[in-house]
């Protein structure tokens, strides 16, 4: 099935570090929406971005939807130990009544 | 105010069986999509439920198949299991079409159907 690209594919960093993560597709996409998942549990909504150009924090993390509406970028900063997890990017076409996942980023946090 | 449930957490099958999965939306959502997650790939879409109906289906064999209950709860079946069929199952809810909302998701905690 179709696929976004998001980048990168893992990351291993250091506790208080920022982590930046991005997806991008060759569709547009009318919503953005950003998802963690922990090992056996089902995706949680973080963040969703609904209109080109917006900017959306939820605590420490914020993410943009691209003025192209072909990509979105998650920020996470300050990182801490419970930010580890699998992080999905999805979106959707508005016409349709699915959402199409990236492949997701793992995150690794070292304290 | 109640997530998303689904049931069972777990299950286990032989090859050629069938199997049925479950799932309750969450408080005030009216839609039910299915999405089918192999290990460590992003979940794939199966189908979405709405008012009673499937509204869109995605890439699946016609032994993937589900129902709407009035109280918008919904059901997954799968016949003829195949060991390509292990896989976590999700289940997401969300408002109907009226609402600007209706493509943001949320989703159970999942079915882990093992398939040997």
């Known amino acids: 099935g179709q696929q976004l690209n998001q980048s990168p594919q893992s990351m291993f960093i250091q506790e208080g570090e920022d982590v930046s993560m991005n997806c991008t597709s060759s569709?547009?996409?009318?919503?953005w929406l950003w998802y963690k998942q922990d090992p056996g549990e089902g995706p949680v909504l973080l963040i969703a971005?609904?209109?080109?150009?917006e900017l959306t924090s939820n605590g420490r993390l914020t993410a943009q939807f691209g003025i192209t509406r072909k990509d979105s970028f998650l920020n996470i900063s300050a990182s801490i130990p419970s930010d580890v997890g699998i992080y999905f990017c999805?979106?959707?076409?508005?016409?349709?009544?699915?959402?199409?996942f990236g492949k997701g980023t793992k995150l690794s946090v070292k304290p | 105010d109640a997530g998303v449930t689904q049931s069972p957490t777990h299950l286990i099958k032989t090859r050629g069986q069938q199997v049925t999965l479950r799932c309750s939306p969450k408080?005030?959502?009216?839609?039910v999509s299915w999405y089918q997650q192999a290990l460590g790939q992003g979940p794939q879409f199966i189908f979405q439920?709405?008012?009673?109906?499937?509204?869109q289906r995605g890439n699946f064999p016609d032994r993937f198949s589900g129902h709407q209950f009035p109280n918008y709860s919904s059901e997954l079946n799968v016949n003829a299991l195949l060991l390509g069929d292990s896989a976590l199952y999700l289940c997401?809810?969300?408002?109907?079409?009226?609402?600007?909302?209706?493509?943001?998701?949320?989703f159970g905690p999942g079915t882990r159907l093992l398939v040997l």
């Open positions: 997401a809810s969300s408002l109907g079409q009226t609402s600007r909302y209706q493509e943001t998701q949320y």
């Open positions: 569709s547009i996409f009318n919503t």
């Open positions: 971005l609904y209109k080109a150009g």
């Open positions: 999805a979106g959707h076409g508005g016409s349709q009544g699915n959402l199409i």
């Open positions: 408080s005030g959502h009216d839609t």
């Open positions: 439920y709405y008012e009673e109906e499937e509204r």
